[in-house]
């Protein structure tokens, strides 16, 4: 996702307000999952050119992921709101308080490229465990059912370890 900054980085202090809307094509890769877009991401920015070049980007984004719960393993679009905050420098120049980890990304002409921005704002904002809601019982651990639905197998599985002494119960009788 591209932004245009001719305007912006003319002049230090200048800001510009952008509202870009797009269905990325591409999926995310999240902990060995596809997550595709399944409405389309609406990033909301704020362009402040500061001295040397360098842009300021703050703003927040929306989007819908379809993925699956990880307990029952069915379909869902989760949500997925986040801050973006970065600074971008003009190639070829250094930031003049540059920190022991830098964390902008550098630009050239008049075009910001803000997929890696948003790519990881939006890792950040995901959780751990994708849940269709907190009350998933997930699957069945024997039959492999929807817990939910509610299953017709034996949930007293017996270690086999201990099979021989179960036996030995039934010849006692």
Not at 48 to 73: F, H, M, N, P, W
Not at 90 to 99: I, V
Request: charged fraction near 25%; aromatic fraction near 6%; include cysteine.
């Amino acid at each position: 996702m591209d932004v245009d900054v001719s305007l912006v980085k003319q002049r230090p202090g200048r800001t510009q307000q952008v509202e870009l809307t797009t269905t990325p094509e591409s999926p995310l890769h999240w902990q060995g999952e596809k997550l595709t877009f399944s409405q389309p991401l609406v990033v909301n920015l704020t362009l402040e050119s500061q001295k040397g070049g360098s842009i300021s980007v703050r703003g927040d984004l929306r989007a819908v992921v379809r993925t699956v719960c990880s307990r029952c393993l069915q379909p869902i679009d989760y949500p997925v709101e986040a801050d973006l905050e970065g600074t971008f420098y003009l190639e070829g120049r250094s930031p003049e308080d540059q920190e022991e980890e830098f964390t902008g990304q550098f630009y050239s002409g008049d075009t910001l490229q803000l997929d890696g921005l948003i790519r990881e704002s939006i890792y950040l904002s995901l959780p751990m465990q994708f849940l269709c809601s907190q009350e998933c019982k997930g699957l069945c651990s024997y039959c492999g059912k929807r817990a939910d639905e509610g299953c017709n197998c034996e949930h007293q599985q017996v270690d086999p370890r201990f099979e021989v002494l179960k036996q030995l119960l039934k010849d006692q009788d």
